[in-house]
């Protein structure tokens, strides 16, 4: 078919889609580029050098980006660990458990820190731990943290779990497993690709929040968004874009791991 | 038919969901080593019927028995009774050979035996060359045997199929009637097996139960069903049939609008009752001739191939559905609108219940 | 097991044990960690001030007076309407709707570009769509800020190939700040229209078009109503966090270019330190989140309605 008479084709599209991919790398690709900048000042090209990349990791700073991603990795590591057990437990329950008068109560209840926006949470969260006298610091963090990441690690789960027929579960019940075994040998297995995307969301999710972090994070503490801020409020330097990339590295490898897992996923299950 | 040798019995076996009853009271029973089909129209509790015995669903009232045990209030992992789902469900993380061997690792069987078994299974079902691919590696017809033989692997006392063949194309579906068939006869074991297709279940079957609106209609021998339906559903559900109300007319039956007068086979109830006739048991003869058969109109002729259909309007009577064979002189020439007369063969007409 | 078995139910369940025990550990961290803190917000908001931040536990409609009232500089004149607060909450309204357009213009476009494309490319396509949201927020907008900076790249290329003679005064500016709520959001504007136009039937364009339907009315008068529901649901993804965003504004906007995130941030972090009022604003800016949302919702159950 020509394309002047393909009724699905609208001129000028192509090129709003392309300026809209345009709009989104343009600002990463001269952060990354510029990191690469010999130069002290932020507007000449001095020519390539690692220098800043050197910087961050012997420069005088560089005590204090270490502990920053240091938290950042451990509370990610640890937040995203714990809500992707608390959210598949709940996926189970929720999805297979049957019809219960709380079903939409606890649903509700899980996705409520994705519907209430950011910054209301981070106010509720510290007024709540000043009240009850939880003392602001790395814990504090933690459990900020743990409780937003439950919904992103829930939402992936459970609608991978709706994607698993309860056909399987009845046959290994029919083959003589018990509810334990059904889980371990046939849901588990079947469910692990979305609980690992889930865990990844997760993760994410909180090696980037600021907000919140800003919010509980009291004296002296610091992860690396917040300690980034922090210098970036003093003016981009240099040694911030290497960091930037770094990070951004870190985050669009994790999401191609959690791509490919999705795809090698889906590729499994279409040739049923 | 004695004690001893019944696989399954149903008892008074009620169903509901919700407010809607999907089972109206079945009891029945069916035979060790029998190959029993259940048939009936889409939605008439079939599948139903099957998570029963499975154990996927619980009785509302009633009662189950497996070789003389009440099973109702078991689970289905405490049932000596396997199912091949009708998408066969093969867990697609594991091999082949961990998907046969599924139940017997469940039941702990030790693994040079589960090992033996399953690669007798695999034998049965000719797919040991395949052992360790996916299920997603396989084609559907493969995918079904692997099926059949994860299900037969723990030795159960019955098999459930719930429309196993339905998945598969025409030809590989005919193929597998007569692989299962000989499947069960070798095995010994009884099948329970879902089917809305009458051809399967007649070319399958020892016996059919015949059900409609969650009950059992009629239960038979495939020639018991055709030949002998009881009532008019199983008689136009299985092969077509034409069905008339006549009433009594000295030694035999006829239309109140003609003297045409026919025997019929069966127990009458009372002076007027309905009668069942197979299109292929009637014949036709071109002009009218008020005292052989009913004289009428032929509304349209279908070309089929192997045959012709003809539907002729009956003068002040009902359309007949009339088959002949495609040699038939006067399936060749009649057109709509010629006169014909309808005649049953001896011994085709068949009074319903 | 008289039939207190659900219809997904298996002879011998008792569901209800395992599902209380696998729900416990959300239903515990979510209700006390999240529920009770809005709660303890809602108080806060009823509270008085104490100056150097927290609050003294006494029942005070203060921070309300403070947001909706004027009360002159003393306290003592009659109470007039205050419009600095309404101001910031108009204008983040503003600035919100003005990046959800700007999204929506970028986004509906690029979404139904790739669900036309074969299915092989689309997803690359989606891929490189999605990636850029899953890198820190907080780099996004520093970037942002260092691209369109007075003598950044985009000024000193735009200067080279002479297409302006000078610098185009970008940040600090309102559009700084919708082009930086548009660069958060726009992922979430496209994924979702991209799932509707994804399964939108394409035969309907067809059908329209030999009903000699223009380009223009096929895409107005059948596929826009089509995928209505992906639209609808794009432009709360991104109005919604837009409103109560914090990064865009501060990093972006610079000092008059106040947003109720900022305003928020102000009253916890920054000198005025007044928790009741920053509880308060919260409390407002959250009720205005869940009417849009509860509207919404309520405008789709509707939809469904009459579709059926
Ligand atoms: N889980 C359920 N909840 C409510 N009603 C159900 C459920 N399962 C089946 N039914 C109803 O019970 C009746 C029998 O359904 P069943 O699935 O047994 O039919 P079937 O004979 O297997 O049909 P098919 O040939 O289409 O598979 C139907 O009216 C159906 O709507
Ligand atoms: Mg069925």
New interface residues.
């Given amino acids: 078919m020509s394309r002047a008479h393909d009724v699905r084709h609208m001129p000028g599209f192509g090129f709003l889609a392309v300026v809209c991919l345009l709009v989104l790398y343009l600002p990463l690709l001269v952060v990354m580029v510029y990191s690469f900048n010999e130069s002290r000042s932020i507007t000449l090209w001095g020519g390539f050098s690692l220098r800043w990349y050197a910087e961050i990791f012997y420069g005088p700073e560089s005590p204090k980006f270490k502990t920053a991603a240091w938290n950042s990795l451990t509370i990610a590591l640890i937040a995203a660990t714990s809500a992707t057990l608390i959210a598949t437990s709940a996926a189970i329950a929720m999805v297979r458990g049957g019809s219960f008068r709380l079903r939409s109560a606890t649903f509700g209840l899980i996705t409520m820190p994705i519907m209430v926006p950011e910054i209301v949470t981070a106010v509720a969260t510290l007024v709540f731990f000043s009240s009850i006298g939880f003392v602001l610091g790395y814990a504090s963090i933690l459990v900020a943290h743990i409780v937003f990441c439950i919904p992103f690690a829930y939402l992936p789960i459970s609608s991978r779990l709706q994607g698993i027929e309860s056909h399987y579960d009845e046959a290994a019940q029919d083959l003589y497993a018990n509810r334990w075994q059904t889980f371990r040998y046939v849901l588990l297995p079947m469910l692990l690709p979305g609980v690992l995307s889930g865990f990844l969301l997760a993760f994410i999710i909180s090696l980037d929040d600021f907000i919140i972090t800003n919010f509980v994070k009291g004296a002296g503490v610091e992860t690396l968004p917040t300690a980034i801020f922090g210098a970036v409020k003093q003016g981009i330097k240099p040694d911030i874009m290497a960091l930037s990339t770094l990070l951004l590295g870190v985050s669009v490898l994790l999401v191609t791991a959690s791509w490919w897992l999705g795809r090698k996923d889906s590729a499994t299950h279409d040739q049923h | 038919m004695s004690d001893v040798a019944k696989a399954l019995s149903f008892d008074q076996v009620v169903k509901d969901y919700g407010a809607t009853r999907a089972l109206h009271g079945l009891s029945f029973d069916i035979g060790e080593r029998e190959f029993f089909t259940l048939l009936g129209p889409s939605g008439c509790g079939k599948t139903t019927l099957l998570r029963l015995i499975a154990g996927f669903e619980s009785l509302t009232s009633g009662r189950i028995a497996l070789q003389g045990e009440d099973v109702s209030t078991l689970a289905p992992a405490e049932r000596p009774v396997n199912t091949v789902f009708q998408h066969y469900a093969l867990f697609p993380h594991l091999s082949v050979h961990d998907n046969v061997g599924f139940g017997l690792k469940m039941l702990g069987w030790d693994d040079a035996r589960s090992k033996r078994r399953v690669d007798d299974m695999l034998a049965m079902v000719k797919l040991s060359d395949f052992a360790d691919r996916r299920p997603a590696q396989l084609s559907g017809g493969q995918q079904q045997r692997v099926a059949l033989a994860r299900a037969m692997a723990p030795e159960p006392r019955v098999l459930l199929l719930d429309e196993p063949l339905s998945a598969l194309d025409l030809k590989l579906r005919q193929a597998m009637r007569s692989e299962l068939k000989q499947l069960q006869q070798a095995s010994g074991i009884t099948f329970v097996f879902v089917t809305h297709d009458q051809e399967e279940a007649l070319a399958m079957s020892d016996r059919i139960a015949v059900m409609a609106e969650g009950r059992v209609q009629q239960i038979g021998t495939p020639r018991e069903i055709y030949d002998e339906p009881v009532n008019a559903f199983v008689a136009d559900f299985i092969g077509q049939s034409n069905v008339l109300d006549v009433v009594r007319a000295g030694d035999g039956w006829s239309l109140l609008t003609s003297d045409y007068v026919l025997q019929a086979q069966g127990r009458p109830t009372g002076d007027a009752v309905r009668l069942s006739i197979r299109p292929e048991q009637l014949s036709l003869t071109v002009g009218h001739q008020t005292s052989d058969g009913w004289c009428g109109q032929v509304r349209h002729v279908s070309y089929l191939g192997s045959g012709s259909d003809i539907a002729v309007d009956i003068e002040h009577g009902p359309v007949l559905q009339v088959r002949l064979p495609a040699q038939d002189a006067v399936a060749v020439t009649v057109q709509p609108g010629d006169p014909v007369t309808v005649s049953a063969n001896p011994g085709a007409a068949r009074v319903l219940g | 097991?008289a039939?207190g078995?659900?219809?997904?139910?298996?002879?011998?369940?008792s569901?209800?044990a395992?599902?209380t025990r696998?729900?416990a550990?959300?239903?515990l961290?979510?209700?006390f960690?999240?529920?009770?803190?809005?709660v303890?917000?809602l108080i806060?908001s009823f509270l008085t001030k104490e100056f150097r931040g927290?609050v003294i536990w006494s029942f005070s409609l203060g921070a309300y007076d403070q947001f909706f009232l004027d009360r002159g500089l003393f306290g003592d004149e009659p109470p007039k309407i205050e419009w600095t607060y309404i101001t910031i909450f108009l204008r983040s309204i503003w600035q919100a709707l003005a990046a959800t357009v700007l999204c929506l213009l970028?986004?509906f476009?690029?979404a139904?570009?790739?669900a036309?494309r074969p299915v092989s490319q689309r997803?690359a396509?989606l891929?490189?769509?999605?990636?850029?949201y899953?890198?820190?927020?907080?780099?996004?907008t520093?970037?942002?800020?260092?691209?369109i900076r007075d003598?950044?790249?985009l000024n000193?290329a735009l200067l080279a190939i002479g297409l302006i003679d000078s610098p185009l005064a970008l940040i600090n500016t309102d559009f700084a700040v919708q082009l930086g709520l548009?660069?958060s959001y726009?992922p979430f504007m496209?994924l979702p229209l991209y799932a509707s136009i994804e399964r939108y039937d394409?035969t309907l364009?067809?059908a329209?078009?030999d009903l000699y339907a223009s380009?223009r009315a096929?895409?107005f008068r059948v596929v826009v109503p089509s995928v209505k529901p992906g639209l609808v649901a794009g432009c709360i993804l991104v109005f919604?966090?837009s409103?109560?965003a914090?990064?865009a504004p501060d990093?972006l906007g610079g000092a008059k270019n106040f947003m109720?995130?900022s305003l928020?941030?102000e009253q916890?972090?920054g000198n005025a330190g007044n928790?009741p009022f920053?509880?308060a604003v919260?409390m407002i800016?959250?009720t205005i989140?869940m009417l849009v949302?509860l509207v919404m919702a309520r405008s789709r159950t509707r939809d469904v309605g009459s579709a059926a």
């Fill in positions: 097991m039939g078995v659900t219809s997904s139910g298996v002879v011998g369940d569901f209800a395992v599902r696998l729900l550990p959300s239903w961290v979510l209700l960690f999240m529920f009770a803190p809005m303890v917000m806060y927290g970028i986004g476009p690029t139904y570009f790739i036309t997803t396509w891929f490189l769509i999605t990636v850029p899953w890198v820190n927020l907080l780099i996004r520093v970037s942002m800020k260092f691209l003598n950044g790249p000193e548009f660069y726009l496209v394409f364009s067809e329209a078009a380009r096929v895409l919604v966090p409103l109560g914090f990064l990093l109720i995130g928020i941030e916890f972090k928790w920053g509880a919260s800016l959250l989140v949302l």
